[in-house]
C-alpha cells in the first residue's frame, strides 16, 4: 500500500507529478510532514508559501489517499476509475 500526494511543480509550466510513501514506513500525516513549508517573494514582490521534498520545490501538495501497489492511479483518469469503482463497491 502506498499514500499518494499530488504536487504542482514550481514554474510556468504547472507540471503535476505524482509522489508515494510506502503505508508500511509512513502514516498519512508522517509522509504530509515530508513536505516541507517555505516563504517566498515573487519576482513582483509578492509573498508565497511553497513546499519542498526531496530537492523539489512545489506550489502545492494535495493528498489523494491510499492505494494498494498495482492500483496506483498515473492520471486524473485513472484517479478517477479507481474512486469511482470504490464507491461503487462500498454501495
Known amino acids: 500500500m502506498k ?3 499530488k504536487a504542482t511543480k514550481m514554474g510556468w509550466a504547472k507540471e503535476k507529478e505524482g509522489i508515494y510513501f510506502d503505508s508500511s514506513t509512513f502514516t498519512a500525516e ?3 510532514q515530508e513536505f516541507k513549508e517555505y516563504h517566498g517573494t515573487t519576482d513582483r514582490g509578492y509573498p508565497y508559501t511553497g513546499y519542498e521534498y526531496d530537492g ?9 489517499g491510499e492505494f494498494e501497489d498495482d492500483e496506483l492511479p498515473h492520471n486524473d483518469i485513472e484517479l478517477m476509475d479507481i474512486l469511482i469503482k470504490r464507491q461503487q463497491k462500498n454501495k
Open 3 to 5: 499514500h499518494l500526494f
Open 30 to 32: 508522517e509522509a504530509k
Open 56 to 64: 523539489q520545490k512545489y506550489h502545492d501538495v494535495t493528498y489523494l
